[in-house]
């Protein structure tokens, strides 16, 4: 993004920008649209659907499911993509990415793979009480399966995170830190670097919804 003509000296020119992205072209009620709903689905950028058309165009088959000049286009077109995310990521391996159709898909993923696998009866998942649904349910479901307990991180009355007493629920016990990178309810920011480095420092992985 820092190559972008819109950004300069970290500034963003906020014209520039809605001129990539086709509907924010729309005039809704006699003004320009205003859209705010990305977390739900983000509107698309040229580059994005430029590239899409293309792939619909002349890359269009099923991945690692044939050998056929299409097969083969779509493959490494995928894979490309795949590399250029553990880039973008600084991820170890390109094996390390994982598409999934959305969030709420990921996030059921990870309950169901890592939770699976690693949380047993006794074990404490951390969530904080701003979670979205989606990072509610599934592992309500691993703590239905597997007898583990969910404990919640809080918020103060103002709606912010109080990192001190997330701190304070880290035990032993505990497996997986689960928590949103913002509140969609309350725009709280979670400061999630801070969270990483307390969980990390004791072993504990975490999982980002961001």
Do not use: C
């Not at 779509?74 to 390109?94: C, I, M, S, W």
């Not at 309950?111 to 949380?119: K, P």
């Not at 990072?135 to 918020?155: D, M, Y």
Request: charged letters at 25%; hydrophobic letters at 45%.
């Amino acid at each position: 993004m820092s190559d972008h003509p819109a950004v300069i000296n970290g500034s963003y020119d906020v014209a520039l920008i809605r001129e990539d992205f086709p509907a924010l072209a729309m005039q809704i009620y006699g003004k320009p649209l205003v859209y705010l709903d990305n977390a739900a689905s983000a509107q698309k950028p040229n580059a994005v659907l430029d590239r899409m058309t293309e792939a619909y165009k002349s890359e269009y088959a099923n991945v690692h499911r044939g050998l056929h000049y299409l097969a083969n286009a779509a493959t490494d077109a995928y894979e490309g993509a795949r590399t250029k995310v553990q880039h973008f990521l600084n991820a170890k391996r390109p094996e390390e990415i994982i598409f999934t159709r959305n969030a709420t898909d990921a996030l059921n993923t990870v309950a169901a793979s890592f939770g699976g696998e690693n949380i047993k009866e006794g074990d404490e998942i951390v969530l904080s009480i701003m979670e979205h649904h989606s990072n509610i349910v599934p592992w309500h479901f691993l703590r239905e399966r597997q007898g583990a307990v969910i404990k919640w991180a809080p918020v103060d009355d103002e709606g912010n995170f109080l990192i001190d007493e997330f701190e304070k629920l880290l035990t032993d016990r505990t497996k997986i830190v689960a928590i949103t990178q913002m509140s969609n309810a309350l725009g709280t920011l979670v400061p999630v670097k801070e969270v990483t480095a307390i969980a990390h420092a004791r072993g504990i992985p975490v999982l980002v919804d961001g």
